[in-house]
């Protein structure tokens, strides 16, 4: 069992890394919030994840998750105890830092969960009455605990999914991001800006 990985990046795809360690090249699958950091990473840096490692009946292939933190782990893991919402389901759903997505099931926000990439109503609601009072503790997930990218990178990678994953056009993003940023310019990491994205339009 694979918990936590570190060694040299030997390559690089849009939604996975290969890691080298022990002249061994392991194939890590990333989530939405996770690449935004690998995708300023090149070959030869060394990089370190926490790994959720996924074998099933139904998934007899080793599959290897990677996290920025221990927490981000967990969390994916109580996710994909949901009826319905394996890890590759929950790989795209991950689109909103993990904070945020903890916080809108204890709240029961619904709408907010629809709003994950391939998570519909039903799923949302199932996610809810399974999850509703277990998931408090990743609500507080804290930024300082994340790795932080130079401003324009930031920019960049916010708006991106905010376009290919969460349905925005590209003169709406950068509108969304641009004030964000004015309201709070010291925004240093793609779930602090996400966040307070969300949180500009919830006062609109």
Not at 17 to 30: C, S, T, W
Not at 67 to 74: D, H, K, V, Y
Not at 149 to 171: I, Y
Not at 174 to 196: D, G, M, Y
């Amino acid at each position: 069992m694979i918990r936590y990985l570190k060694g040299t990046l030997l390559e690089k795809e849009e939604d996975r890394i290969v890691v080298l360690n022990g002249g061994v090249g392991y194939e890590v699958r990333l989530p939405f919030v996770v690449r935004a950091f690998y995708n300023t990473k090149e070959a030869g840096q060394e990089v370190e994840l926490y790994i959720s490692y996924q074998q099933s009946e139904r998934q007899p292939k080793p599959l290897l998750i990677g996290f920025n933190t221990e927490a981000e782990r967990e969390f994916f893991e109580k996710l994909i105890t949901v009826d319905g919402i394996g890890p590759s389901k929950a790989i795209e759903a991950l689109t909103m830092p993990v904070a945020r997505i903890a916080r809108a099931i204890e709240d029961k926000e619904i709408s907010a969960l629809e709003k994950l990439k391939g998570i519909g109503r039903r799923s949302a609601e199932k996610i809810v009455a399974e999850l509703h009072g277990k998931v408090a503790k990743y609500a507080l997930i804290t930024t300082e605990e994340l790795p932080s990218l130079e401003p324009e990178d930031l920019r960049k990678q916010v708006e991106a999914v905010l376009v290919k994953q969460l349905g925005h056009k590209p003169a709406e993003a950068s509108q969304l991001v641009i004030k964000a940023l004015q309201r709070n310019p010291k925004l240093s990491t793609p779930e602090e800006l996400f966040e307070e994205v969300y949180r500009g339009q919830r006062r609109d």
